[in-house]
């Protein structure tokens, strides 16, 4: 069974700190994936990986970085929290190899509240 | 408008009951389609996949409808343990950006 696994489950941090959520996949996947989840807003796309050392902006980058160092493991920075990103983040993986219509696997996120 | 848009409920059914969810999107260029199950503060799990010529696993069907850009979902006899949100899901961009409708939430009870 594929793991991804979100080192907090719960975080709380100052406005204008510099926040890093991490996410490891243990099933050698080589996309991996930032969401956060809002109330009616559903899941929105911050940014995402296909490969080592490769990012791609989502939907919704604007105050986020992301680093890819090792195909493991994918991490995203906020780089001086704000308010309006306290929010539920979720990190994912999937296949590249049936990339057409391979399922997300997702962690079981991270509550970030920001004050 | 949202790009994948579905009704937020709730829906309220009792047991055994058959409810159908709708689900559409804006961009042709969408590849492939799905539907998500998340439970109360849980990440979502993939309930199944939804191929052309529309597919079933058990209580569940889902389809697809290319020219008027929907999905749907459809969940028989349904149990206390279905009582869930409901997302739907495409594939665009290559296959590597998937987004996400904001869920239907449904209630099934006893």
């Known amino acids: 069974d594929v793991k991804v696994t979100q080192s907090s489950r719960y975080l709380v941090k100052r406005t204008g700190e510099k926040v890093f959520l991490e996410c490891v996949q243990d099933m050698d996947h080589e996309n991996m994936f930032w969401y956060r989840q809002d109330p009616g807003l559903g899941l929105r796309l911050i940014y995402f990986s296909y490969d080592v050392k490769m990012k791609e902006k989502g939907d919704i980058p604007e105050g986020y970085s992301v680093s890819r160092e090792k195909k493991e493991r994918f991490s995203l920075i906020l780089e001086s929290a704000s308010t309006n990103q306290t929010s539920m983040y979720l990190c994912a993986s999937s296949l590249r190899d049936s990339w057409y219509n391979s399922p997300l696997h997702f962690g079981n996120g991270t509550r970030l509240t920001v004050t | ?110």
């Open chain 2, 1 to 110: 408008r949202k790009e994948v848009e579905q009704d937020p409920g709730p829906f309220n059914v009792p047991e055994g009951a058959t409810v159908a969810f709708n689900c559409t999107y804006s961009n042709s260029a969408s590849q492939s389609f799905f539907w998500y199950r998340q439970d109360c503060r849980k990440e979502p799990k993939l309930l199944m996949s939804v191929y052309s010529s529309g597919n079933e696993d058990g209580r569940f069907t889902a389809q697809l409808n290319r020219a008027s850009q929907y999905i749907s979902l459809l969940i028989r006899d349904s149990k206390l343990s279905d009582s869930a949100t409901y997302l739907c899901a495409v594939n665009r961009d290559g296959g590597f950006k998937t987004i996400f409708g904001a869920g239907t939430r449904l209630f099934v009870k006893a």
